[in-house]
């Protein structure tokens, strides 16, 4: 069973930086990684996905080339790095595992539990 384990969310102003961390144990059938965030009151939302055999990766337009997800394979650990933040980015962000790389929530079998991402004006 896979279990997947987010750090590194907290508080910053607006054009801060965070950078959350994704670190995943146990039993992996995962060949793709995925961060999704939700907001109060909003739909759960992609923001990016990548492989971990070939690093490809994907991402949202509200957050590309603000945003970067890269993985570490030796320590099975997937990296959310957030520059240039807004307001609008404030949510709850999740990791997450699928089998294919995808943007459909539905697809990814394995969630953390969330980390608290909030960003001042």
């Known amino acids: 069973q896979v279990q997947l384990v987010e750090s590194g969310g907290g508080l910053v102003q607006a054009g801060g930086s965070l950078r959350l961390s994704c670190a995943a144990s146990?039993?992996?059938?995962?060949?793709?990684m995925g961060w999704f965030r939700q907001a109060p009151g909003k739909e759960r939302e992609f923001v990016a996905h990548?492989?971990?055999?070939?690093?490809?990766?994907y991402y949202a337009d509200s957050v590309k080339g603000r945003f970067t997800i890269s993985t570490d394979n030796a320590k099975n650990t997937v990296y959310l790095q957030m520059n240039s933040l807004k307001p609008e980015d404030t949510a709850v962000y999740y990791c997450?595992?699928?089998?294919?790389?995808?943007?459909?929530?539905?697809?990814?079998?394995?969630w953390g539990q969330g980390t608290q991402v909030t960003v001042s004006s």
């Open positions: 990548i492989t971990w055999s070939v690093g490809s990766t």
């Open positions: 146990g039993r992996t059938f995962s060949s793709a």
């Open positions: 997450a595992a699928a089998r294919v790389a995808t943007t459909r929530a539905l697809n990814y079998a394995t």
